[in-house]
């Protein structure tokens, strides 16, 4: 699951020593490399902290607008999508959460991450929020009905050539889930072939 941010980190270390970029390009290159490694490691300390948490013992919930959340997570999934030739849309930024930040922007960071492995070149996914809800919603292949609860398993994969291709170890989705239910929220997955 760290593979996203390190993807981005890399790409951009590689442009650093392979382009000559203006001053300003060159800055914020460097500045995204910092500030996503920095995420990285407030991110592993955080899975660390919850795979050994118990379950009584409470997150850091804070309140915050899901533009934050989603500008975050569109941040860091920018360059792959970029890459894949896949379009964000952003809407209902202006709904409120209680969610512990770092936590909850990896929870949209995979599921936008899935959306995108599933789409195609020229699709897009849309991120909203409304009425204490957040949809990731994509337009891609979909998933046949008796594999919806069997992704939700760590190491589970639908398409096992996918793994070899993207790098995934199928844990996304268990992370995900694991996440929202230490924030007593649910994920539902609504999808067909």
């Excluded at 409304?130 to 891609?140: Q, S, T, Y």
């Excluded at 844990?171 to 230490?182: D, E, N, V, Y």
Aim: proline share 2%; with cysteine; net charge negative.
């Amino acid at each position: 699951e760290l593979k996203t941010p390190m993807t981005a980190i890399s790409g951009y270390a590689k442009t650093l020593l392979t382009v000559r970029l203006p001053d300003e390009d060159r800055e914020e290159a460097l500045s995204y490399i910092y500030k996503e490694s920095c995420r990285l490691e407030r991110l592993s300390r955080k899975l660390m902290d919850l795979l050994l948490l118990e379950e009584e013992d409470a997150i850091e919930l804070t309140e915050v607008c899901a533009d934050v959340l989603f500008h975050n997570a569109a941040e860091a999934c920018g360059r792959s999508l970029e890459e894949d030739g896949i379009h964000l849309e952003c809407h209902g930024e202006s709904e409120i959460f209680f969610v512990d930040v770092e936590l909850f922007t990896e929870v949209l960071i995979n599921l936008i991450d899935n959306a995108r492995k599933a789409s195609g070149s020229g699709e897009r996914i849309i991120l909203s929020a409304a009425e204490n809800v957040i949809e990731v919603r994509d337009f891609g292949k979909g998933i046949p009905e008796e594999e919806k609860e069997k992704i939700l398993e760590p190491f589970y994969m639908i398409d096992k050539s996918r793994s070899r291709k993207s790098g995934g170890a199928g844990l996304g989705l268990a992370i995900t889930a694991m996440i929202l239910k230490r924030h007593h929220c649910r994920l539902q997955i609504e999808s067909e072939v």
